[in-house]
């Protein structure tokens, strides 16, 4: 499967962004995807995923509340909403499957494929 991210850009704090995450080849029912993020100088993480079924979805603690991670089966794409941006967001985002939820949501290694990352950037 492909992924291709996109939605990005630069926005004040306290605005919102909506990225996509647009895959083919196998329809998203099989894989659970995920949102990490990588800021300069730090360590990828996680921050959102939602199960192969689409009923299950999980955030890191400090998104909780304000992203919202959804799916278009119909269109193949996963989303990530983005409300009250905090200067702290400000990162590299990069979608990622991972087939069958098959391992943990929260581990990028247990992710079997990864798209190109589209940079979020927060002003205070």
């Known amino acids: 499967v492909q992924l291709q991210a996109s939605g990005g850009g630069l926005v004040q704090a306290g605005g919102s962004l909506r990225l996509s995450c647009a895959t083919s080849?196998?329809?998203?029912?099989?894989?659970?995807m995920g949102w990490f993020r990588q800021a300069p100088g730090k360590e990828r993480e996680f921050v959102a995923a939602?199960?192969?079924?689409?009923?299950?979805?999980y955030y890191a603690d400090s998104v909780k509340g304000r992203f919202t991670i959804s799916r278009d089966l119909a269109k193949n794409t996963v989303y990530l909403q983005m409300n009250s941006l905090k200067p702290e967001d400000t990162a590299v985002y990069s979608c990622?499957?991972?087939?069958?939820?098959?391992?943990?949501?929260?581990?990028?290694?247990?992710?079997?494929?990864w798209g190109q990352g589209t940079q979020v950037t927060v002003s205070s």
């Open positions: 990622a499957a991972q087939f069958s939820d098959r391992g943990a949501y929260y581990t990028g290694t247990e992710y079997d494929y």
């Open positions: 080849g196998r329809t998203l029912s099989y894989y659970r």
């Open positions: 939602i199960s192969t079924g689409g009923v299950r979805t």
